[in-house]
């Protein structure tokens, strides 16, 4: 059709550079917790507007790279994982030995920091395989620690925490809540370090139960057919998304392209009640009458705002109402801007990538399960600021967040211009090679360590338990709970 | 919708339920009050706005006369008749009326004027000000207000001008005037010997009472509250506030800065001893004692309890100041961490100066693993400036349980932080925490168990009236339904009700009832998924459950909830979707009959049709309904239409 929007990638790479070369206003204090998630949505958009070839110069030169990679590396901590923020890194202490407690390391920040390492790797020089960015992206990533700390933060029933604490008197506690995206991170981490070494083989760590995990998401499938933290609870696009990624990610092998629709998938009990629940998230978006002048009632209609009901429902085939084609999270609920990411997601790695893309308006042959011209003409008509980045809601100013996932819906909607995008790793397709490369160096020095260890016989298995257990000992003064139970 | 227009929105919905009192010395008729409005605003060109009260103490400060009145040819009454004034706002409008007698009188209307001024020759009806002011009067008050202008407007220039001519010229232009009403005003000025500084008028009008726009989410709840109510002036307020207390007040100021100023010398001497620093006439080196160490730890225990003081007797300065750590000698133990962001630091944050501080104390205390009443507070204190630290709420938790604090108490305290960041989880994970160690010392006695149901619930319904559909307060409230077992509390059943009679596509409610309805121990197979029939499930509560969404859709048909609702019950109670048939539809009819006899009042009830269609092995009706969907009722979801039609596996969804 004549009147298609176009995505100004200039303008959108100008809202980054702004980002990245400013602090960020006082109103991100809130996410001062997760300043990783912040640098991941600044580098993640960077990386989805600047595919290779496209002749964009990307705003990170490759000079500064190095120093970019050393501030997430600054952040691991020595009991596993990765700090969300500086601000809760603790510092050295007196013998140079960093100080630990053991809930600064938070399992979404470990997550977004493996990412933006991956991001942020030296470009390959072509020809050369000695000179290789890629394998080295992982350097200085303690590969064993993290996947032990990831171990002990799911909990019996299969579900994962994002931090842990000893709590006095009470033991370890996993912290954080029964949430979907944990599970999710869980997944992912597991995929992006572990690697393909088998029981007994040098490089050995001891993988979580990932049958208690796939268990757990099974069953918290809603009776509507979407996905919450429980099943008791009420279905969630977001909670949708990680629970289909995470079953994914747990089959997904170790390299090459994702099996479509894995057998974990599907084992989803109500699997065509789940598609129904994602396709009702896609709704015909109506502008919002006038706002009247001296409107005092409007405290509480945000609700009703961007979600608004046709007169009469034939009024729902008239063309001109189908212009703008938006996303909400749940029933009845608004128009947001990650939606269309989340839900155009949890579609690919459902195994339904194909069905994506096209629409109805631009004439493209019908057998999408998401309106593609729709919802891009939504995202680039109505949530796309002037200034570039995109908004939560239709008019509002843009923030990281939903500045990244207006791209990264897009990238997987197919949009020209953009990186190819992975729907299961939520970085462009290029990076997850990067990632692939990355872990299988650092695969291989765990196993040349240990197999180092083995020959002089100064390191065992054991050894390394009783290494949990004096860090146990200088983080609370008593034997880990988690090890005693054993 | 901007926020700012929002906030503006509450500000004039508030102000406008919380008229300002009348004034206790105007306490005549409504005219009067109208008077007091208007002719504040026509004098002071903008209408009275929020003091903030500590300024009120240094406005009515001294009132200056102007250099020429020196003469005491006071044509005034005396101020002898003056009754002693109780309160800081009397004395203030006393004050103001000896040196504004005019205006008092114009203000306060002629019926019962302040005390200093004589009895008016005739009430004045209202007719407006001026017309309560004999001629001679009335010259003399307009000769002020010319006076105080041109007495304003030369002093600008002066740097321009060199010569009194200009500064006179200059006064002419401003007022307007020629040369000889500026003579003309000076010279009644003079006669009337008029005073040209005062009070303003804003203290006069009872200040504390307009809302300030910008203010937290708690205090402005907490103000509201108290103002819809009809409370009583605040303890601190300018009107309650006695004179005597005021003097107290700005005594303990007095004092304060001293200290303040004090500390801040020894301070700097300190810094240079570390400095090594030498005296410039003695060529000593600069030396701190034991003695002055000693003498500036007790100054600032005096200054931390001043500032409680202060702060505990009305908002201010002093209180704001409080926050501050590095001047609170209960932490002078503590050396702070402060961050430094390297080079290449991502997303870094303009982070407030108060902010900065208590997270470089936290690191320091987080390093020590100290578990103390001021770790305690400065947990609080960060969460007040940013509830989404996960480490924070965890170490607050370490905290509390290391002290032995009272649960209850904390999940008391926990309902104000959640009402002020209703996006916030962190707050319900604390939450979650608390009731799992709170439970098991209520859990062997029922009584216990439901009196915290009641209290629980209440708070969750006054932060759901807020936000209807949010996801945390939902999620926590069916962990609390399951962990209390509520699944037959009446209460729990009718709250929920209510909020779908409130809203009928409130889908959270409707989610948290098929959770009650179809998780009760009592008539659920443990274990069993959502999406499965439950042979437990007993067949009078599945029919009850029908007819509930069936009622509730009539309500609005194109209403999803109540629709997956229905599906959801069927499934549960092992039914056939078909059992709905009949009812699905009273949604469609003359469906593939034409433009004209078709009409479909639900999507949702063509979906289920075609779905139970399929149920019996009607492919073509199925198949029929599905392409409808697509082509005209639900266009959007053409492709999904298209999709399911090929589930069908008919011939004309093949072809």
């Not at chain 1, 996947?147 to 996993?174: C, I, M, N, T, Y």
């Not at chain 1, 008239?318 to 155009?344: F, I, M, P, Q, S």
Request: charged share 25%; with cysteine.
């Amino acid at each position: 059709m004549a009147d298609e929007p176009t995505l100004d990638i200039d303008r959108h790479l100008r809202y980054w550079t702004m980002c990245l070369r400013s602090p960020l206003p006082h109103h991100y204090l809130s996410s001062d917790g997760n300043r990783m998630a912040l640098a991941y949505f600044m580098i993640n958009s960077v990386a989805i507007l600047t595919p290779p070839g496209s002749g964009k110069p990307s705003p990170i030169p490759a000079s500064d790279r190095r120093s970019l990679r050393r501030w997430v590396l600054s952040l691991q901590q020595p009991g596993g994982g990765f700090a969300g923020s500086p601000t809760l890194a603790l510092p050295p202490g007196p013998d140079g030995v960093q100080a630990v407690d053991a809930s600064v390391a938070n399992l979404p920040a470990t997550l977004f920091a493996l990412q933006l390492l991956a991001l942020l790797a030296d470009d390959d020089d072509d020809d050369d395989d000695d000179n290789d960015g890629a394998a080295a992206a992982f350097d200085g990533v303690d590969r064993a620690r993290t996947l032990r700390w990831l171990r002990r933060l799911q909990r019996p029933d299969g579900s994962f925490g994002e931090a842990l604490k000893h709590l006095p008197g009470r033991g370890w506690f996993v912290g954080g809540g029964y949430d979907m995206r944990y599970c999710y991170i869980a997944a992912a981490v597991r995929w992006i370090l572990r690697g393909d070494v088998q029981e007994g083989e040098p490089g050995w760590v001891d993988d979580f139960d990932t049958h208690a995990l796939a268990r757990y998401i099974l069953s918290s499938q809603t009776y509507d057919g979407g996905f919450a933290g429980s099943s008791q609870e009420e279905p969630h696009a977001g909670y949708a998304y990680c629970a289909i990624g995470a079953l994914a990610l747990l089959d997904r092998p170790i390299s090459g392209h994702p099996r479509p629709g894995g057998t974990l998938v599907a084992s989803i009990r109500d699997r065509p009640g789940l598609i129904r629940w994602l396709a009702s998230r896609q709704f015909v978006y109506l502008e919002p009458p006038e706002p009247q002048e001296d409107d005092d009632d409007d405290d509480d209609n945000d609700d009703e705002d961007n979600f608004r009901l046709p007169q009469r429902l034939s009024d729902l085939s008239l063309t001109e109402n189908l212009r703008h084609v938006a996303c909400n999270g749940r029933t009845n609920k608004v128009a947001d801007t990650c939606y269309t990411w989340w839900v155009g997601g949890a579609l690919a790695n459902l195994g339904l990538g194909a069905e994506l893309g096209g629409g109805v308006a631009d004439g493209e042959a019908p057998g999408v399960l998401l309106d593609r011209a729709g919802a891009r003409r939504f995202l680039l008509e109505r949530m796309a600021h002037r200034i570039g980045g995109f908004s939560k809601h239709p008019g509002g100013p843009p923030d990281v967040y939903h500045a990244c996932f207006g791209l990264a819906a897009l990238a997987v909607l197919g949009e020209p211009g953009l990186s190819e995008f992975d729907s299961g790793l939520a970085v462009p397709a290029r990076t997850v090679r990067v990632m692939e490369r990355a872990r299988a160096a650092l695969v291989e020095r765990d196993r040349a360590r240990d197999r180092a260890s083995e020959g002089d016989g100064t390191k065992r298995p054991a050894e390394l338990a009783g290494e949990a257990v004096a860090l146990g000992l200088a983080m609370a003064g008593k034997k880990p709970a988690w090890l005693s139970e054993r | 919708m901007p926020p700012s227009k929002k906030g503006g929105g509450k500000g004039k919905a508030s102000q406008a339920s919380t008229p300002p009192p009348p004034p206790p010395l105007a306490t005549t008729t409504t005219a009067a009050e109208d008077k007091v409005t208007s002719q504040g605003g026509a004098t002071t060109g903008k209408p009275p706005s929020k003091e903030s009260d500590d300024e009120s103490d240094s406005a009515i400060g001294p009132v200056l006369p102007s250099s020429s009145t020196a003469a005491p040819t006071d044509p005034l009454p005396a101020t002898a008749a003056l009754p002693e004034p109780r309160t800081v706002l009397e004395r203030t409008r006393a004050r103001f009326a000896a040196a504004r007698p005019y205006e008092a009188r114009l203000i306060f209307g002629s019926r019962q004027p302040p005390p200093t001024l004589a009895e008016p020759e005739e009430p004045g009806p209202g007719l407006g000000g001026l017309k309560d002011l004999e001629p001679r009067e009335r010259a003399a008050w307009l000769a002020t207000r010319i006076a105080a202008r041109i007495a304003r407007r030369p002093a600008l220039s002066a740097t321009t001008t060199t010569g009194g001519a200009g500064a006179a010229e200059l006064a002419r232009v401003a007022c307007g005037g020629g040369a000889k009403t500026v003579r003309e005003a000076w010279k009644l000025v003079n006669e009337g010997s008029v005073p040209l500084r005062a009070a303003g008028e804003k203290q006069l009008l009872g200040a504390a009472t307009a809302p300030t726009p910008a203010s937290t989410g708690i205090a402005r709840r907490r103000r509201e509250g108290a103002s819809s109510r009809g409370e009583p002036a605040p303890a601190g307020s300018l009107e309650a506030r006695t004179i005597a207390a005021a003097e107290a007040r700005w005594e303990r100021r007095v004092r304060l800065a001293c200290l303040l100023a004090e500390s801040r010398c020894f301070r700097a001497q300190r810094e240079r001893e570390t400095r090594g620093v030498r005296d410039d006439r003695t060529g000593e080196p600069a030396v701190v004692t034991e003695r002055e160490v000693v003498e500036d730890k007790r100054r600032r225990l005096e200054i931390a309890a001043l500032r409680r003081d202060m702060a505990a007797h009305g908002s201010g300065p002093a209180s704001r100041a409080a926050g501050k750590i590095a001047s609170n000698p209960d932490w002078d133990d503590v050396v702070p961490v402060v961050l430094e962001e390297p080079a290449g630091a991502l997303a870094s944050i303009a982070y407030p100066a108060d902010y900065a501080e208590a997270m470089s104390y936290l690191r320091a205390v987080m390093k020590a693993n100290e578990h103390s009443e001021r770790c305690l507070w400065l947990t609080e204190h960060i969460i007040n400036m940013n509830a989404s630290h996960y480490t924070v709420w965890l170490y607050r938790a370490a905290i509390l349980f290391a002290l032995e604090k009272p649960i209850a108490e904390e999940i008391e305290w926990l309902n104000e932080i959640a009402l002020a960041n209703l996006k916030n989880y962190q707050i319900w994970h604390h939450r979650h925490l608390l009731v799992e160690n709170h439970f098991p010392s209520i859990a062997a006695d029922p009584a216990a168990v439901a009196a915290f149901a009641a209290s629980e619930r209440r708070f969750l319904e006054r932060i759901l009236a807020e936000d209807t559909k949010n996801y945390h307060v939902w999620s926590y409230r069916s962990y609390l339904a399951n962990k209390l077992g509520l699944f037959s509390d009446a209460d729990e059943l009718a709250s929920v009700e209510r909020m779908i009679d409130d809203d009928v596509r409130n889908n959270s409610a409707w989610s948290h009832r098929f959770f009650l309805v179809f998780s009760h121990p009592d008539r659920a197979t443990p274990g069993a998924a959502a999406t499965e029939p439950d042979p437990k499930a007993p067949p009078e509560m599945v029919d009850r459950e029908v007819a509930y969404a069936q009622a509730k859709i009539r309500l609005a048909p194109q209403n999803q909830s109540p629709w997956s609702y229905l599906r959801g019950v069927l499934v549960k109670g092992g039914r056939k979707l078909g059992e709905a048939e009949g009812f699905a539809r009273e949604f469609v009819t003359g469906l593939g009959k034409g433009e004209d006899e078709e009409d479909v009042t639900s999507t949702h009830a063509l979906d289920l049709l075609a779905d139970i269609y399929a149920e019996q092995g009607r492919k073509e009706e199925a198949d029929l309904c599905l392409q409808r969907l697509g082509q005209k009722w639900d266009r959007i979801r053409l492709g999904y239409w298209e999709w399911r039609r090929r589930g069908l596996g008919t011939e004309a969804a093949a072809a």
